[in-house]
């Protein structure tokens, strides 16, 4: 079974400062590994995946994630925080392909201080 | 650019009564899902749907629970007898194949009484 650790479920930060969101993941074979983003009334919205290959992984909006397989980490992180990534993120994983089950964290609310 | 989409964006239901949620996936996706999230939990995995039947199942999804694709645009989640703890966040997601990304919709919140 799959499971997803989400450290701090409320992070603040100032804006400019350093976001880092921290996820540890549990999967008895490789994982795939996702980072989604909710803002207020919406969707879902993807933000970075990893699947193979290059273990750090670029995603939009400036945000990146290294997958860490000794530590079984996948930490989303963004060098300046801006206003506007005021959101909800999950970090979700997958064994079996992304079009597979996504198992999901309990999500990380991310406040930014002007 | 291409969205999922649902309705209604909210749902209120006595208990006991059937309510169905409707979603329409992006149009040339084919791999369809329901996650849930009840208030202050994880989303959760409901059920997965490829080629008319479904592929993967949660232990959430019992008898009470089924899903269709009636049409080709729409994609619907029934509860024929909601409980209370039916209320929930309902997100719909699909996928092009299997090898791509989930994109959700924006969700529906159903709440029983």
């Known amino acids: 079974a799959q499971s997803v650790t989400q ?3 409320h992070v603040s930060v100032s804006e400019g400062a350093l976001v880092l969101l921290r996820c540890n993941y549990s999967s008895s074979v490789p994982p795939y590994l996702f980072w989604y983003v909710q803002y207020p009334n919406q969707g879902l919205q993807l933000l970075l995946k990893y699947t193979t290959g290059a273990t750090l992984v670029k995603g939009i909006n400036g945000f990146e994630a290294e997958f860490k397989k000794s530590e079984t980490s996948f930490h989303l992180t963004k060098p300046s925080a801006h206003m506007s990534d005021a959101a909800e993120y999950f970090c979700a994983v997958s064994d ?4 597979r089950q996504l198992t999901f964290g309990s ?8 | 650019e291409p969205e999922v989409t649902q309705t209604p964006s909210h ?21 369809f899902y329901w996650y849930r999230q009840i208030l202050g939990q994880k989303v959760e995995f409901l059920v997965s749907f490829y080629n008319n039947e479904i592929s993967e199942k949660s232990e959430i ?12 645009s729409n994609f619907t989640l029934k509860i024929r007898s909601t409980k209370l703890e039916d209320s929930a966040m309902y997100f719909c997601a699909s996928s092009e194949n299997i090898y791509n990304e ?9 709440t029983v009484l």
Do not use: K, W
Request: charged share 15%; aromatic share 8%; proline share 7%.
């Open chain 1, 7 to 9: 450290l701090g479920s």
């Open chain 1, 96 to 99: 079996l392909g992304s079009a």
């Open chain 1, 107 to 114: 999500g990380t609310q991310l406040t930014v201080l002007p």
């Open chain 2, 11 to 31: 749902q209120v239901t006595q208990m006991g009564q059937e309510v169905i949620l409707r979603c329409v996936p992006i149009s040339n996706h084919l791999y």
């Open chain 2, 61 to 72: 999804f019992d008898d009470q629970f089924s899903v269709e694709r009636p049409d080709g």
């Open chain 2, 102 to 110: 989930q994109f959700f919709g924006p969700g529906t919140r159903l």
